[in-house]
């Protein structure tokens, strides 16, 4: 009875030190993430939680919120304004605003149908002309901005007008143009890929492919005595992308396969990534968002740098607009109206890009128009008014902002900004 009651004292006292160990860690964790907060460090896992929560309310108010169907046209819907918010994240980066990429996504889809319906241009001449037009406009728009001085708010602004009234010029009366069901642009939205061996390929790929590029990364880091990313943090990301690769090629196969619009999107992103962290350019556009006397006298090329991102504003623009003219298989005014401005700065702001230049990633583009297009897709399934929805993705913005300029605001107190 001794030793079994000794047996008991020495359990009781194990189960309370681990108790206390369990408790410690909570609480340094709490701190860690309090700390984080506070210097707007705490990266992308408010967005995943807002999201996962996003998603979990909508699909108990609805059982097909997360149905395969759902969940495909969600995947399609969100190319559009996905498109057009990576390119206001370039601007937002140097500190500055584009409010002309909505009329210019209308303006683009207009231009293709009047030259491929109305004057019999091939349709693939009629892509690369409307592209163009965006990219010669976002320049045109840098250029006053950069040479003349006029603020990049009151230049695209005079774009918003200028371009949308063009717009509605090429529309016409009818206020809309029409195009054919089995070209080019309208296959952009409407191909889908559900070959098993090559949907499940191309997770596996892009699987592989970050991680070889991780383990790369960190041997040429370590090799420069630069810090590098543990091996654990390494294949639990690796893990992570498995898992969220995998189980879309799943889930969207059950429907019609994996949608080539989304599949272009990713595509831009990650080339839109690699080119803001990995190269020259990229760091001269974050250098910029710090202070333009700063990164002049740091060698930055100020101007050029400057109408090189309204160029790239204005030509993901218009890849947005025939995206959304895709989806409708005609050209309308509905780019040109505002929303697709709206939900596309939106968009980068909520997906983590700071509107005080210098903070934000293509990735958060991705993660913005997800909330926002979720929000979209649960009110048509609730069948709530379009009121409900702006509430809404109103006050998701409000929390985005300020959450940036607490962040921005705690970086002033440390002296880095």
């Known amino acids: 009875m001794a030793v079994r009651r000794r047996w008991r004292r020495g359990t009781r006292a194990t189960v309370a030190d681990e108790r206390r160990w369990y408790t410690a860690r909570l609480v340094a964790y709490a701190d860690s993430a309090r700390r984080r907060l506070h210097e707007g460090g705490l990266g992308r896992a408010p967005l ?17 919120f997360l ?28 500190g500055e605003i ?35 037009g965006g990219a010669a406009a976002g320049a045109f728009h840098g250029f006053v901005f950069t040479k003349i001085g006029v603020p990049a708010f009151v230049v695209t602004l005079a774009g918003l007008l200028a371009w949308n009234g063009l717009m509605l010029y090429l529309l016409g009366p009818e206020s809309s143009i029409s195009f054919s069901e089995d070209g080019l642009v ?22 592989a492919t970050y991680l070889l590029l991780s383990l790369h990364d960190r041997r040429r880091r370590g090799a420069a005595g630069m810090p590098y990313r543990p091996l654990s943090r390494i294949w639990a990301r690796t893990a992570l992308l498995a898992a969220v ?55 930055v090329e100020v101007t050029r740098v400057r109408i090189a991102v309204f160029l790239v504003s204005g030509t993901l623009a218009a890849v947005g607009g025939l995206f959304v003219a895709s989806r409708l298989t005609s050209a309308t005014q509905v780019p040109g109206s505002g929303m697709l401005l709206i939900n596309a700065i939106a968009a980068a702001v909520i997906g983590g890009t700071s509107l005080f230049g210098g903070r934000g990633s293509a990735w958060s583009a991705l993660l913005g128009v997800l909330i926002i297009q979720s929000i979209a897709s649960g009110m048509a399934l609730l069948g709530a008014e379009p009121a409900v929805q702006f509430m809404i993705t109103g006050g998701v913005l409000l929390i985005a902002v300020v959450f940036d300029s607490l962040a921005r605001r705690a970086a002033e107190s440390r002296g880095q900004a």
């Open 48 to 64: 995943l939680l807002a999201l996962a929560v996003t998603w979990m309310v909508f699909q108990s108010l609805n059982g097909n």
């Open 67 to 94: 149905s395969p169907r759902n969940l495909s046209v969600l995947s399609v819907d969100l190319v559009g304004t996905g498109m057009v918010a990576v390119g206001v994240v370039f601007v937002l980066l140097i």
């Open 98 to 132: 584009d409010l002309s990429v909505g009329s210019l996504a209308g303006l683009s889809g207009a231009l293709f149908a009047t030259l491929n319906v109305n004057h019999g241009m091939p349709e693939w001449l009629a892509v690369i002309t409307a592209v163009s």
């Open 186 to 207: 309208a296959e952009l939205t409407s191909r889908y890929f559900d070959t098993p061996l090559a949907t499940y390929g191309l997770a596996a790929l892009a699987t």
């Open 245 to 299: 690769a995998f189980s879309t090629v799943y889930v969207l196969g059950r429907f019609e396969g994996l949608p080539l619009a989304l599949l272009i999107l990713l595509g831009v992103i990650l080339a839109s990534d690699i080119v803001l962290r990995r190269t020259p350019y990229g760091r001269q556009i974050r250098a910029l968002g710090g202070g333009a006397e700063a990164a002049r006298r740091s060698g």
